[in-house]
């Protein structure tokens, strides 16, 4: 790692903290972006529960970016991504999916590739673990990540519709 660029590696259990910071801040602006996906009351309380499982998930990868730091300081999470393999039964296929399930950049790490790399990490553990294809959830309000993916290469395959039964 040089200058300002940031490093992708492996999550461990000391990152934890740093997860949860970054994971909620994820959630808040998903949040913001998509009113239908609104951030629970105890967000954090139900991230600090479940990023413990996710490290001992042998299924799932989840990949930090670290900034620069000094010599002997911790260097600083900006940005983690995570996803799964899993098997899809499509009509007459079985088919290995990898799925991108969260990927967030901190705000002034956006724009230096940090994205980027992440994706590009997480889809080649992915493939390491069998996944033939990688498909992407993305909300349709956020541009920004809208346009990370299709430069990295995803496109859409199906639309997914939904409608809030209590606003019928």
Known sequence: MTGNQA?????RRQDLPGLVHLRVH?????AHLEPRLPIAADARA???????????????????AEGPAPEGVPAPLVGYATGVLDVRPPLLLHQRVGEVLECYVEPPWRGRGVGARLLDVLGEALRGRGAEVVRAAVPVRNE???????????????WIMDRRLDAV
Request: glycine fraction near 6%; avoid cysteine; proline fraction near 5%.
């Open 26 to 30: 994820y959630l808040g602006e998903t």
């Open 46 to 64: 139900r991230t600090e529960q479940i990023l413990p499982v996710w490290l001992g998930q042998e299924e799932r990868v989840l990949l930090v």
């Open 144 to 158: 920004v990540a809208l346009e990370r993916f299709r430069r990295r290469g995803f496109r859409p395959l199906q």
């Open 7 to 11: 490093s992708v590696r492996a999550a």
